[in-house]
């Protein structure tokens, strides 16, 4: 049975671990040839021999412009085409705007933005020419909402989910048949989570209670499962969404509505 990315072409980033990790595995199980990368060269080199051929492994910060044009052009190379980009690879480091030090705030931005930036722009180039594809950019519900002690990661988030739309509407109004769109979580059952509990929990000199506190500020009470994600990254990136771009989409526990 062919599934539901059948022959087309994605390339993730951050796929060592968390949610990039669950989208190379969904995207894989429908049908698609995935180009995983991330800076941590053991956990990618993993998952890549896990799914198989003809998934492949490719090292990359995201912060590397140069680094980015040459996976780009080895995965069109290879494949002939590129049909899907999840910017996926992010860092966060608590702070509020009095204790949160520049240099965090810097790094965050280079990976959240500048690493989402610099993939959307590579990727534009190689989808043009195949008539289009999908972009789908990794936010946060810490782009659409406050956390006091998360400035530089509510920044970065934000930057992320505006840039979005700017390339939604920007590869729309030039007929490429290129979509954007960007997904806000909450807090997922993820590395980057449980450093965030740990970090908590030494503040409160108790990491289960760090962890149980996050629970108790999502509304179904609990925290999110990649999987949660990487069904609304599967989705997006196959034709079933081909009328959405620019679109943020909360997955969050009804954090947002309340």
Known sequence: MNGRVHGKVALITGAASGIGKACARHLAREGATVVLTDRDAGGGAA??????PPHVF??????DEPGWAVVVD????AHGRLDILVNSAGIGVMGNV???TLEDFRRMYAVNVEG????????IGAMKPGGGGSIINLSSVAGLIGVPDLAGYCASKGAVRMLSKSIALHCARAGYGIRCNSIHPSFIDTPMVDA???EMG???GDAAKARAALERAVPLRRLGHVDDIASLVVY????????????ELPVDGGLTAQ
């Open 196 to 198: 965030m509990a740990a």
């Open 74 to 77: 080895e995965t069109v190379a």
């Open 236 to 247: 997006l990136a196959s034709d079933e969404s081909r009328f959405m771009t620019g679109a």
């Open 116 to 123: 989402t930036f610099l993939g959307c722009r590579a990727a």
């Open 47 to 52: 998952i890549a021999s896990e799914l198989g």
């Open 98 to 100: 009095e204790t949160a």
């Open 202 to 204: 030494a503040a409160m």
């Open 58 to 63: 490719r090292r990359l910060d995201v912060t």
